[in-house]
């Protein structure tokens, strides 16, 4: 059984910085690329950021470049988003996700993803 377990929301004033956590079980992680989306409030889930299997390759948002890092640690089955510069905008629950078994990459639209964490929420206040 997959399930992918998301931490680190919270609070944060505006300027802020906070660090989210995914951690994946049921998974072959470290063959799978990872990537982070968001749902702000009242609007449709978007793509924020990903990351390939090794960690070399990283794509973003042009929302969020040069603010937001993504990362991984295939060690302890963990993907992160590192989010400097916090906007009030940037409020929104914050999801992470994998492909499907059976494929490694998931690319920049969420129907490609197959398996998705419960979400946490980031507000930024202004």
Sequence with gaps: QVQLVESGGGLVQAGGSLRLACIVSGHTFS????????????????????????????????????RFTISRDNAKNTVYLQMNSLKPVDTAVYFCAAPPIGKSVGGLHRSNYGYWGQGTQVTVSS
């Design 31 to 66: 063959s799978i690329a990872m990537a982070w989306f968001r749902q702000p409030p009242g609007k449709e889930r978007e793509f924020v950021a990903t990351i390939g299997w090794s960690g070399t390759f990283t794509y973003y948002a042009e929302s969020v470049k040069g």
